[in-house]
């Protein structure tokens, strides 16, 4: 099993810039950014991820709170074109597309999208849906990544956004 990976250049600076939007869900949603992270590189067999999805790890979410919208896949994307200059990353339709498909619910032939919908669906299932990593991986990352309150925060925002809106209770679910 490889070491759990604590901390990111790209994804510690892009969520230090959204400090005080994120507020004091800043640990929870760093957390799981890195918990995610550590999770598609073991599905990668690498000792890191490429560039493209760390950036990408850093914005995935980050809408719900830049937008404060519980629709925020589009808004999280969008903040991918402000920092892939800095980080010197030239595929911004890569980090993009690793964005916006995240939550398909059908497999993608990409490896790296696949492995990013994995790694996030094993995090957001708080390890019950595994989808190749393995328990002793989910177990040492979360000891050294604690949930902090990530899956509560998940459940009211998406309860307030399913009664505001009943007839799309979760937008950012893709096909």
Do not use: C, K
């Not at 830049?66 to 925020?72: E, I, L, R, S, V």
């Not at 892939?84 to 497999?107: A, K, N, S």
């Amino acid at each position: 099993m490889r070491h759990v990976i604590t901390a990111h250049p790209i994804v510690d600076t892009v969520l230090d810039r959204y400090r005080d939007q994120l507020g004091p869900q800043l640990p929870a949603y760093r957390h799981h950014v890195l918990r995610g992270l550590n999770y598609q590189r073991d599905l990668l067999g690498a000792n890191t991820v490429p560039d493209t999805a760390a950036l990408a790890w850093a914005v995935h979410d980050l809408g719900v709170w830049t937008a404060n919208t519980f629709d925020y896949l589009e808004p999280s994307a969008a903040l991918a074109a402000e920092f892939t200059g800095e980080f010197g990353i030239t595929d911004l339709d890569t980090v993009q597309r690793l964005v916006m498909d995240h939550h398909r619910l059908r497999p993608v032939d990409d490896p790296l999208i696949e492995t990013f919908r994995r790694a996030d669906r094993t995090d957001a299932s708080r390890g019950l849906i595994r989808g190749g990593v393995s328990r002793a991986m989910i177990r040492a990352t979360v000891d050294a990544l604690p949930y902090a309150g990530f899956h509560s925060i998940l459940l009211r925002r998406g309860t307030s956004h399913a009664l505001a809106h009943p007839t799309n209770p979760l937008p950012m679910l893709r096909w």
